[in-house]
């Protein structure tokens, strides 16, 4: 083993030791339908998302404050968005989610084949009846892949999505990820194979000395 595989080695394994979780995004998709994803990563804290109808009240915990919320700033939920759009949305073997938006669930396109989904960040109190929620709206692109940071609006938290085209929600929980180490054989090997490079090492600086 050479000075370079003993390298690559040690370094194997000070990976596998130091690398605690394996999280890779999953797609819930029914019937062809996209209804939600497991894993989405959105600023290191992985989550698992799905596409609902609904009124606000139902949806979020009775949708009064901020923190009844997924993400209770705006910031905040135009990085969800992005990352739905980068890992989510994206055409491949289960389905064209990013070049045909209506195949997610509860979207219904335009003329210009765009839909929408809404994360709310704010509840706006003594706004129209029972107050408003604010929310970050982003196009389900039909192919084209950015993020709007100027979409954004409110709606009555009493609305029933369902009956309202546009505005269907996506609705984040912390996923439920578990380590995933290397199998304890592989580990021994990996240090075995690190140890033994070292041996042979030395043999060969021994024998130039």
Do not use: H
Not at 28 to 49: E, H, I, K, P, S
Not at 65 to 94: H, Q
């Amino acid at each position: 083993m050479t000075i370079r595989s003993l390298a690559i080695a040690a370094a194997l394994v000070a990976l596998t030791a130091t690398s605690g979780l394996a999280a890779t995004v999953q797609l819930n998709v029914v019937g062809g339908q996209l209804f939600g994803a497991r894993n989405v990563d959105v600023n290191g804290t992985f989550y698992d998302v799905e596409f609902v109808d609904g009124t606000c009240v139902a949806l979020f915990n009775g949708c009064t404050s901020a923190s009844d919320f997924d993400f209770s700033t705006r910031t905040l939920a135009i990085a969800a968005a992005t990352s739905l759009m980068n890992t989510v949305f994206l055409d491949g073997p289960l389905g064209d989610f990013d070049s045909d938006p209506a195949l997610t669930a509860g979207v219904e396109t335009n003329f210009f084949n765009l839909g929408w989904i809404n994360i709310p960040y704010e509840f706006q109190p003594g706004l129209m009846s029972a107050g408003t929620i604010a929310f970050f709206n982003f196009g389900v692109l039909g192919g084209d892949d950015a993020v709007s940071t100027n979409s954004d609006t409110s709606t009555k938290v009493t609305a029933d999505t369902s009956n309202i085209d546009e505005i269907v929600f996506a609705r984040f929980t912390p996923s439920q990820i578990t380590a995933v180490p290397l199998p304890a054989g592989g580990l021994l090997l990996l240090a075995g194979l690190a140890g033994l490079g070292l041996v042979q090492a030395r043999r060969k600086t021994d024998k130039a000395r």
